[in-house]
């Protein structure tokens, strides 16, 4: 699938495209299919979101939406290092999705 | 002759002269030093500005393009020009921002065409910010080394 | 230290109205984020992985108590209670909103400081020695030749679109602290037969994917002329160096392609020109600014004896104890490098605790150093068991300078947008390794590097033992480099062969450990041992 990120441009907190609008969990990133330049384009222009892009994912086998590069996956979390900054501070196992 | 290039008087939107719009089309740099008669001249990025320096008195304008604003070869050629005593209207054509006037004009120049037209508000803003300069350059600008020593 | 003037206080307050002005731009839509990139990167302001980041300049790598209980204050108030100190003695913050930067360079302004030229293609924050002022060695202090450079580059109107970024270093000893020959300019304030004072440079030096060791471009240039020759230097490269590649774009790569010679002569030339145009600030601007830097008042008649009958401060006081050219003083390096810890990160109130310790203990000074650490550069050695407690109580007193555990890392893939791979946890568990197998101590001298990708922020080229992340088909790789050095007897380093996973980078770095402590001559460093015997020996032990 085909998913959308992001940065906020007010906060840069990452982002990730729902479908609505952009959220900061990317359990809620919707397949964009080949819509993903005009929706981008749109938002950009709005100023709803920076540095915009597309990338590849899959869903795993529960489910939830994984980017198929680390380098999404550690910008879905946060930081590998700081587990008390990251999404998930309570599950110092999602460490594992990451890599 | 070579295609006429360069802004015309209209597409300058700011200008620190006294004397009338220079209105002579620029020729490119090659063109000006094989014909005796061009008074104008524009300056791409990669050419050198020390060619013009021999016939400086037959030049009453030069217009130093940028094609894309992060492309700094313009400052130089701008000082140059000036650093060698050259006095007529040099202007900035192409993408001039809002935020490069104010270096610009302490680099030497002192008209601009922006391929887009400015804010008037922000570019007054932009032009009158400084206050102080560190450096010293032709602009007649007393940098603030030379204010702390008198 | 030096403090602003009128006229200082004046561009840094102007600069944070600009930038203001700019972020309002912005967000109203009036530039697009292609015009307003180059502007926020000359303030600092980097959009990396999780969020802005901001980098602050520390000129010099000289702070007082008082800024850096600053850099504690913003490290709360807009960011999320610690900061990260660079190889270029800065710092950064890695969680900041650009809806707030401006407000936070105006509290940077309130304590003489700011975020200017920390990036973008531009003439960046002016790095030295960190043990300025403090070393036996050094002929003069050189903070006053790079304050004199800072305001002459801070917002210098030629040279703001380089093809490139600009890094300039000053050192005054033969004993290279501040890694100069790796910078595109570098400084050493040296005398000449006649016994004047004045500047030897280095230029067309770096790292990043194409390492350099900089040239001998002048012998000497007389002090009244620094600024005029830095000048020709820039101009020539503003007019020659590349701009249809970034990857080429350094100024070591237009020396290199040119040849040293050729760049010389031209840089000659346009000096020629431009010491005719009265450029350079007079000799009573220097004299203004040295009084700043003079030094402070040393007691005299101090004990040069510490009391060592406890044996981890005796440990903490060889290792992080550096000679000073005051008798009964030393610079003591305060280690960022904790094991298991994040190489350089320092939390709020460690920040708090090193101003308060700085204003006790070291005429209210402290230092950023290029390895990320922290120096209190004048402490009385009868005081050091004073101080060393209350380290211990802050939670900074690893004793491991220059040590296998005082790693230089970049922060890699957990908050760079341009790495391939993570860099802090391969400098932990590097860490842990050595503390756990005791042989950290027993290695001595032994400096590592770890960069997360090519572009060599974490100085793994001039790592005695390098480390470089890659990505190898999407799962990160690293590569093992031997034999570099950053001092006075730089060099770069060379791969050892295939990369190796996270568990196997931390088994070869111990296996080359091994072979250096099963053959090391009496004296010998790593390095040492590594030039004398050559790579062959450790690509047996890292791929038999």
Excluded at chain 1, 67 to 75: L, T
Excluded at chain 2, 22 to 50: K, Y
Excluded at chain 2, 136 to 141: C, L, P
Aim: proline share 5%; charged share 25%.
């Amino acid at each position: 699938m085909k998913i959308l990120t992001g940065n906020d441009l007010l906060t840069g907190l990452v982002t990730w495209w729902d479908g609505q609008g952009w959220s900061p969990h990317v359990d809620d990133a919707v397949d964009v299919g080949d819509e993903a330049e005009t929706i981008l384009a749109r938002e950009e222009a709005a100023r709803r979101v920076n540095a915009s892009y597309a990338i590849e994912a899959s869903l795993d086998e529960n489910g939830k939406v994984r980017p198929a590069h680390i380098k999404d996956r550690v910008r879905a979390l946060g930081p590998t290092v700081r587990p008390d900054l990251t999404l998930k501070p309570a599950e110092p196992e999602a460490l594992n999705w990451v890599i | 002759m070579p295609d006429n290039l360069g802004t015309s008087p209209d597409d300058v939107q700011f200008r620190f002269r006294d004397d009338e719009v220079v209105d002579h089309a620029a020729v490119t740099v090659d063109a000006f030093l094989d014909q005796s008669n061009a008074a104008a001249v524009r300056i791409e990025p990669g050419d050198d500005a020390r060619e013009l320096l021999p016939h400086l008195e037959r030049i009453k304008l030069v217009e130093v393009n940028f094609p894309g604003f992060m492309d700094g070869r313009g400052y130089s050629s701008a000082r140059v020009l000036r650093e060698a005593g050259y006095e007529g209207e040099i202007r900035a054509v192409g993408e001039v921002l809002i935020d490069q006037l104010a270096i610009m004009r302490r680099c030497g120049f002192d008209a601009f065409a922006p391929v887009n037209t400015l804010d008037e508000a922000d570019a007054e803003r932009a032009f009158n910010l400084w206050n102080e300069v560190y450096q010293k350059t032709t602009d007649g600008r007393a940098p603030i080394w030379q204010k702390r020593h008198g | 230290m030096y403090r602003y003037d009128q006229y200082d206080q004046e561009m840094v307050d102007t600069r944070v109205a600009e930038f203001r002005d700019q972020t309002r731009r912005r967000l109203e839509g009036k530039i697009t984020e292609d015009q307003f990139k180059p502007l926020r990167l000359q303030n600092g302001l980097y959009l990396q992985l999780h969020a802005y980041m901001l980098r602050v300049a520390v000129p010099y790598g000289t702070l007082n108590g008082t800024q850096m209980h600053a850099l504690a204050d913003i490290a709360d108030k807009y960011d999320r209670g610690y900061g990260h100190f660079t190889t270029r003695q800065n710092i950064q913050y890695n969680w900041i909103k650009l809806e707030e930067a401006p407000d936070l360079l105006a509290d940077l302004a309130k304590v003489e400081m700011h975020a200017i030229q920390t990036s973008g293609n531009c003439i960046r924050n002016i790095s030295s020695d960190q043990y300025a002022g403090a070393a036996a060695d050094e002929l003069v202090d050189p903070r006053p030749y790079a304050e004199l450079l800072r305001q002459w580059s801070s917002f210098h109107p030629e040279f703001l679109h380089l093809p490139r970024k600009f890094k300039i270093c000053v050192i005054a000893s033969d004993n290279d602290r501040a890694a100069m020959r790796l910078h595109d300019i570098g400084i050493q304030i040296v005398k000449n037969e006649a016994g004047e004072i004045g500047c030897a440079f280095y230029v067309g030096g770096g790292m990043g994917r194409t390492p350099m060791v900089a040239p001998l471009i002048r012998e000497f240039v007389p002090l009244d002329q620094l600024i005029t020759y830095s000048e020709a230097c820039l101009r020539v490269y503003n007019r020659y160096g590349r701009r249809d590649n970034k990857y080429k774009a350094r100024i070591k790569i237009l020396v290199h392609e040119m040849g040293k010679d050729e760049y010389a002569r031209q840089v000659e030339e346009e000096f020629a020109h431009l010491l005719e145009q009265g450029i350079e600030p007079p000799l009573a601007e220097l004299e203004r600014i040295k009084p700043y830097f003079a030094d402070p008042a040393f007691k005299i008649g101090l004990t040069e004896k510490a009391d060592r009958s406890d044996d981890k401060f005796a440990r903490w006081v060889d290792s992080n104890c550096m000679p000073h050219k005051a008798p009964g003083y030393v610079a003591v390096t305060i280690s960022l490098k904790p094991v298991g810890g994040i190489p350089g990160d320092a939390s709020t109130a460690q920040m708090h605790a090193m101003a308060d310790l700085a204003k006790e203990y070291s005429f209210d000074e402290c230092r950023v150093t290029h390895a990320q650490n922290i120096v209190l550069p004048h402490v009385e050695i009868g005081r050091l068991n004073e101080l060393y407690g209350k380290l211990v109580q802050a939670d900074l007193a690893t004793a491991n300078i220059d040590q296998i555990g005082d790693i230089i890392a970049c922060p890699g893939l957990d908050y760079c947008s341009l790495a391939n791979a993570r860099s802090i946890p391969v400098a932990q568990k590097i860490s842990q390794r050595f503390e756990q197998n005791g042989k950290g101590e027993m290695l001595g001298q032994l400096k590592l590097k770890i960069s997360g990708c090519i572009n060599a922020c974490g100085h793994h080229h001039a790592g005695h033992i390098g480390i470089l992340g890659v990505d190898k088909k999407g799962t990160e790789n690293y590569q093992l480099l031997l034999g570099g050095s950053e001092a006075e007897d730089t060099s770069l380093a060379k791969i050892t062969g295939p990369g190796f996973d996270e568990a196997g980078i931390v088994d070869a770095v111990e296996k080359a450990a091994d072979v250096y402590l099963a053959q090391r001559e009496d004296g010998e460093r790593f390095l040492d041992t590594y030039r004398r015997i050559g790579m062959d020996p450790f690509k047996e032990a890292l791929y038999a």
